[in-house]
């Protein structure tokens, strides 16, 4: 291949992939995963481990989100192995750590420990902010505890200081859930409110879903039903638009004690 042909088409590729980043944040999933179906076939032969690291961890993130588990690990798995290939240790941290987020969805918290340590050491020697900030808020959630909390705020810190919007509010998000956790309810609606409008503004519609059914949640167990049940509908309709039947199911449970008589509700022994 001639070498304008090789740059164009490494171009193409790379711009396929910021297409597919689009995509999954919009939470179009057949369009992203065509896209990064594409920009893998243009790169083969072109000795380009880099490019299609990329293109896979995207596809690997698209697949979570339709909770294809196992599909995805095994593209994150690509991912370091193609990161290692171009030595590209920024792209091989940012393997490691989806690869931990994936364990630590699909299976008991310990054996997603090592991959994340491991994700930590490779970011904080490359002096990677943003792979740290990301890692830490998954070893938050590992945790679970006091430990946790301390870990989400750090993490919150780290993207303050990087100016990143999304993460932020992803950080917040974690917080709140943190701190619901050690009972603090009113600091963790706070946090979710705070987030749930940055999400609104980006036009984020999954992590919209997400922050409306904890706040649904929350409100239930401040005894502030009219809330819960707006929040968690709102959870409903963005779940139904997406297709997220997990979602629905989670929302559904809180929302039908929501539209209950006080009386109701006592036999059911909600609060």
Same mark, same amino acid.
């Given at each position: 291949? /001639?070498?304008?042909?090789?740059?164009?088409?490494?171009?193409?590729?790379?711009?396929?992939?910021?297409?597919?980043?689009?995509?999954?944040?919009?939470?179009?999933?057949?369009?992203?995963?065509?896209?990064? %179906?594409?920009?893998?076939?243009?790169?083969?032969?072109?000795?380009?481990?880099?490019?299609?690291?990329?293109?896979?961890?995207?596809?690997?993130?698209?697949?979570?989100?339709?909770?294809? +588990?196992?599909? /995805?690990?095994?593209?994150?798995?690509?991912?370091?192995?193609?990161?290692?290939?171009?030595?590209?240790?920024?792209?091989?941290?940012?393997?490691?750590?989806?690869?931990?987020?994936?364990?630590?969805?699909?299976?008991?918290?310990?054996?997603?420990? %090592?991959?994340l340590? +491991?994700a930590?050491?490779?970011?904080?020697?490359?002096?990677y902010?943003?792979? %740290?900030m990301?890692?830490?808020?998954?070893?938050?959630?590992?945790?679970?505890?006091?430990?946790?909390?301390?870990y989400?705020?750090?993490?919150?810190?780290?993207?303050?200081?990087?100016?990143?919007v999304?993460?932020?509010?992803?950080?917040?998000?974690?917080?709140?859930?943190?701190?619901?956790?050690?009972?603090?309810?009113?600091?963790?609606?706070?946090? +979710?409110?705070? /987030?749930?409008?940055?999400?609104?503004?980006?036009?984020?519609? %999954?992590s919209?879903?997400?922050?409306?059914?904890?706040?649904?949640?929350?409100?239930?167990?401040?005894?502030?039903?009219? /809330?819960?049940?707006?929040?968690?509908?709102?959870?409903?309709?963005?779940?139904?638009?997406?297709?997220?039947?997990?979602?629905?199911?989670?929302?559904?449970?809180p929302?039908?004690?929501?539209?209950?008589?006080?009386?109701?509700?006592?036999?059911?022994?909600?609060?």
């Open positions: 291949m /001639a070498a304008d042909d090789i740059f164009w088409t490494s171009l193409l590729s790379r711009l396929l992939v910021v297409q597919a980043w689009g995509y999954l944040h919009s939470a179009q999933f057949e369009n992203g995963v065509k896209a990064v %179906e594409r920009a893998c076939e243009l790169v083969q032969g072109l000795e380009r481990p880099d490019i299609e690291a990329e293109a896979r961890l995207v596809w690997a993130r698209i697949l979570s989100k339709q909770y294809k +588990h196992e599909p /995805a690990l095994a593209q994150y798995e690509q991912v370091v192995a193609l990161a290692k290939t171009a030595q590209n240790q920024i792209l091989e941290a940012d393997g490691w750590i989806v690869i931990g987020a994936q364990i630590l969805w699909q299976t008991d918290v310990k054996p997603a420990q %090592e991959p340590q +491991h930590l050491n490779l970011c904080q020697a490359l002096q902010k943003l792979g %740290e990301e890692t830490l808020r998954l070893l938050g959630d590992l945790v679970k505890d006091q430990e946790s909390v301390a989400y705020k750090r993490a919150l810190r780290l993207s303050h200081l990087l100016g990143d999304v993460s932020s509010a992803e950080a917040l998000g974690s917080l709140g859930v943190g701190l619901k956790l050690q009972g603090d309810l009113v600091g963790s609606q706070a946090c +979710h409110e705070e /987030a749930l409008a940055t999400f609104r503004k980006l036009n984020m519609p %999954e919209q879903e997400w922050l409306l059914g904890e706040l649904g949640h929350t409100a239930t167990m401040l005894g502030n039903y009219p /809330a819960a049940e707006q929040y968690l509908t709102g959870a409903l309709v963005i779940a139904g638009q997406l297709k997220d039947v997990f979602w629905q199911a989670w929302v559904k449970l929302l039908g004690g929501c539209g209950m008589s006080a009386e109701n509700r006592k036999k059911r022994c909600l609060p």
